[in-house]
């Protein structure tokens, strides 16, 4: 009844093109931003009725139990039901809700990747879906596959053909919110749409099927599936390659140290806490006697595993393809693994990421356009002109401002030595340059020397380049990720900088404050280490534009700037404060 992850991989490689994928609202977590879950559209929802009836969590009020009943809060197996049909009670609002959790968000690894495996003919080419986001069909289109065609209603099923080489379907068999058919009542859920079931039990016959992120308490979802046994069971070759059904662990992948016996009892422990439905166990523990693919296996990541079975393929084109779609996070997870460190060092390097991701997300107040602090020129003939500035370095439209436009400019991204974009900065810049665009290009570079920078385009910024710096060392201690930087690494990185800038050609040169960030480093150690590298390099920089951008004045204000420029250069320069 239960199998290993590698198991299953191998079912799938062997029995190539027999298995459809079926996918839940847990691949949807896996997006940038990620979409809610059952769980947390609940507790949202909730929120908002208590938030109506002026209640606050955990006061003293009898209303706050009467609430709770309505919404059959207790029962797992109701709860969602009941939440979306009492806080959202008609169709428009429940349209509109959900159009608004997902209409930000970008496919996930997982979704590329099953789209590529569709592709490749290791899967079907209908996926089966209860999701009603569009981040499927965002996949196969970011792959520049256009012939992928959603079948959400009874008239779009006459649509569907089994045998067309070379088109793409996705069975959303909870509609969608386009045509205002979503299914998320406890009523709605009772039966499927006829030719929509029609099409499931058709892609079930001599197959097998892989089920992702769901749990299965959906009373529609529980009778197709029984229906399925029923009909495996008198007979018929549906599912006769099998069901096999990822249970979330919801922890750290342990690798290859479990025993299968070790397995099998976390993976029942997670099914005894209600991950799967009671009644799809019941179905899959009833079929495993006759058939030991019907199974349950283990997900810690959908992607994780979907990546996992593209490498195992071993086919050279459909890695090279999934390598170039691989999210910020398993990206920055591989090239560490790959590296030695060990994966509790890259978990809390990606607790890092996600609470600067998180930071950037809950931004409330827009940037503001960097503000001039000091001016330094240079009293000869020789130096570049520096200029101070407080403000966000990440500003798209400052860095396409006219007194610009007719330069060769680049932005520097202050970065680590695994060029991981995991500071707030470099977070930011690669958001807006364009994450797969810049993180495929850095992923020839990585890793780098601490003092080295590492040049790629500027992606969709409106600069030429980008540089990435890495004044920031990274390792490992007792299991954690640790940063250092010093203001002789930033003099270091800057003067790589600064080389590069010459050869480029660059007139324009944007630098933040490196180091300042989860390496500790002091402001002043960082300004003076790229001070003294532009003291340095000072006639070479002849002609050219240095932009020194401090966030906030408050860290570090004009009178200690001025102070530091006067220490490094003397009379060479004249330092103006801009009022």
């Not at 919404?71 to 049909?85: A, G, M, S």
């Not at 960030?517 to 920089?541: F, K, P, T, W």
Request: hydrophobic share 40%.
């Amino acid at each position: 009844m239960y199998l290993s992850a590698n198991d299953v991989i191998q079912h799938i490689i062997d029995q190539k093109g027999r298995y459809s994928c079926y996918i839940g609202a847990g691949v949807s977590v896996e997006a940038q931003p990620p979409i809610k879950i059952a769980d947390q559209i609940c507790k949202d929802l909730r929120s908002r009725l208590m938030k109506a009836a002026g209640l606050v969590e955990g006061q003293a009020d009898n209303r706050i139990a009467a609430i709770n009943e309505r919404l059959k809060w207790d029962r797992i197996e109701d709860r969602y039901f009941n939440t979306v049909k009492v806080v959202l009670p008609n169709q428009d609002s429940r349209v509109n809700y959900f159009r608004e959790l997902s209409e930000h968000s970008r496919p996930g690894f997982c979704h590329h990747g099953i789209a590529l495996l569709i592709r490749h003919g290791y899967f079907k080419s209908t996926c089966i879906t209860t999701n009603f986001d569009k981040l499927l069909e965002a996949a196969f289109i970011l792959q520049n596959e256009l012939e992928c065609q959603p079948i959400r209603t009874e008239e779009e099923a006459r649509f569907w053909e089994s045998a067309y080489d070379g088109k793409f379907y996705i069975l959303k068999l909870h509609g969608d919110y386009d045509t205002y058919n979503i299914v998320n009542t406890a009523e709605e859920t009772i039966k499927l749409s006829d030719n929509l079931t029609t099409i499931a039990k058709y892609l079930a016959e001599k197959s097998g099927m892989l089920v992702l992120g769901t749990a299965g308490y959906e009373q529609s979802i529980r009778r197709l599936f029984d229906d399925f046994a029923e009909a495996a069971k008198s007979g018929a070759r549906t599912l006769s390659a099998g069901l096999l059904w990822g249970v979330y662990m919801g922890e750290r992948d342990p690798g290859s140290r479990l025993s299968r016996a070790d397995l099998a009892t976390k993976i029942k422990a997670r099914i005894d806490a209600g991950v799967v439905s009671p009644y799809i166990a019941n179905i899959v523990q009833r079929m495993n006697g006759s058939n030991p693919l019907f199974a349950f296996f283990p997900i810690w990541s959908s992607g994780s595993f979907i990546f996992e079975l593209i490498r195992q393929t071993e086919k050279r084109a459909l890695i090279g393809a999934s390598n170039l779609l691989l999210d910020h996070t398993m990206r920055v997870s591989r090239v560490f693994l790959d590296k030695g460190l060990s994966a509790d060092a890259v978990d809390d390097h990606i607790a890092q990421l996600n609470k600067q991701r998180e930071k950037l997300r809950l931004a409330t107040e827009p940037s503001k356009w960097p503000e001039e602090a000091l001016r330094a020129s240079p009293n000869g003939d020789q130096g570049p002109a520096l200029t101070i500035l407080y403000g966000d370095i990440t500003s798209r439209s400052f860095m396409d401002a006219k007194d610009f436009k007719q330069k060769r400019r680049a932005v520097v991204s202050p970065e680590d030595t695994f060029l991981s974009a995991g500071g707030g900065v470099a977070l930011g810049l690669l958001q807006k340059a364009g994450e797969y665009k810049i993180l495929n290009e850095l992923s020839k570079f990585s890793p780098i020397t601490q003092g080295r920078v590492a040049v790629t385009s500027g992606g969709d910024l409106p600069v030429h380049y980008l540089i990435h710096a890495a004044a920031i060392e990274v390792s490992q201690s007792n299991g954690k990720v640790s940063y250092s930087a010093t203001q002789d690494s930033v003099r270091r990185t800057t003067a790589d900088i600064l080389s590069k800038a010459v050869a480029l050609e660059i007139d324009a040169l944007w630098m933040p404050l490196m180091g300042t960030g989860v390496a500790g480093l002091g402001v002043v150690e960082s300004l003076d280490g790229i001070l003294l590298a532009v003291r340095d390099m000072i006639a070479d920089l002849t002609g050219k534009q240095i932009l020194i951008f401090v966030f906030q004045e408050k860290e570090f204000s004009r009178a200690k700037i001025r102070q530091r420029l006067e220490t490094a250069f003397g009379d060479q320069y004249q330092v103006t404060e801009v009022e």
